[in-house]
């Protein structure tokens, strides 16, 4: 286990051949936590010492708790893919561990699975054995933090980057705030939709949300719609052979087929006379 004590302060607690445990500070004035590094034995009979020792700790301290790590185990059957059928009683073990201590699975961004045999020629294995698990009291902690599972390069695992508060570097301090002149706008926008699609918007049902993270340059969205539309078409009409048809039954398709793209767009954006010429 590795730390820049000038970013963090980390004190061992405990440790075992399954796991280390440690008290964290990220800094003089944020609440400490346990962080347990975990990997969980290859033979199951040593795995449920390992889960013993999980629940009997959770019971032994009331701190925020995140666990990373190799588990060696699957919580559920769509974390594995290939050889033998999953051994249901591991798995519940393993869950029964977690219920039982307060814990669950913050979720990943990244691949599926973050292991795999490498037995090209005997058949793949895949399964996810690497998680992030943490208590209520530590989501609550950081409710921003992410796991995201990073590419695997030389190893049969995906490292594990566990990002506290995403994108908070790039967040803009200012308090964001929406013109009347933008919420006039949206209700105009929806008022020509009903009227152009025939369709009526439900209110009590429907919701708008502004946010600063939109984009300002949107002025080239009715172009490159437009665009679409014109190139769309034309891919249509290059997959025929105009030899196999004469000029009435041609003209037939095109305006049975082809006069279908457009619909959905001309809901979202006025389609000028060039383009519907093109």
């Known amino acids: 286990m590795l730390w820049n004590h000038n970013e963090v302060q980390l004190d061992l607690i405990k440790k ?49 708790w995140l666990c990373v ?20 009683v591991r798995v519940s073990a393993f869950q029964y561990c977690l219920d039982s201590s307060g814990l669950f699975d913050m979720g990943f961004v990244g691949a599926k699975f973050t292991w795999i045999n490498k037995r090209f020629k005997k058949g793949l294995i895949f399964e996810r054995l690497d998680r992030v698990i943490c208590d209520a009291s530590w989501r609550s902690l ?31 301090s200012r308090p964001f705030s929406c013109e009347t ?5 949206v209700k ?6 009903s009227l152009r699609s025939g369709l009526t918007i439900n209110r009590s049902k429907s919701y708008v949300f502004f946010s ?10 009715q172009k490159n719609l437009q665009l679409f539309v014109v190139e769309k078409v034309r891919s249509k009409l290059a997959g ?31 389609l000028p006379k060039s383009i519907c010429e093109d």
């Not at 790590?69 to 249901?88: A, V």
């Not at 105009?188 to 939709?193: A, N, T």
């Not at 600063?212 to 969205?221: I, T």
Request: glycine fraction near 4%.
């Open 16 to 64: 075992n051949n399954q796991a280390i445990h440690a008290l964290i500070k990220v800094n003089p004035q944020s609440l400490p936590w346990i962080l347990t590094v975990v990997y969980a034995s290859p033979d199951i009979d040593v795995r449920k010492i390992f889960w013993d020792h999980i629940k009997k700790f959770s019971s032994a301290h009331s701190f925020p």
């Open 69 to 88: 790590g190799d588990f060696n185990d699957i919580l559920f059957s769509n974390e594995k893919r290939g050889g033998k059928g999953i051994n249901h």
């Open 142 to 172: 950081y409710p921003e933090a992410s796991v995201f599972y990073l590419v695997r390069i030389r190893f049969d695992y995906c490292p594990i980057l566990i990002n506290l508060d995403l994108d908070a570097s790039h967040r803009d």
């Open 181 to 185: 002149n933008s919420i006039l706008a």
């Open 188 to 193: 105009d926008v929806l008022e020509d939709f």
């Open 212 to 221: 600063n993270n939109v984009p300002p340059d949107l002025e080239n969205l």
């Open 240 to 270: 025929w052979k105009a030899n196999l048809l004469l000029m009435a039954g041609s003209r037939a398709i095109v305006q049975q087929v082809a006069s279908f793209i457009p619909n959905f767009c001309s809901q979202c954006a006025h």
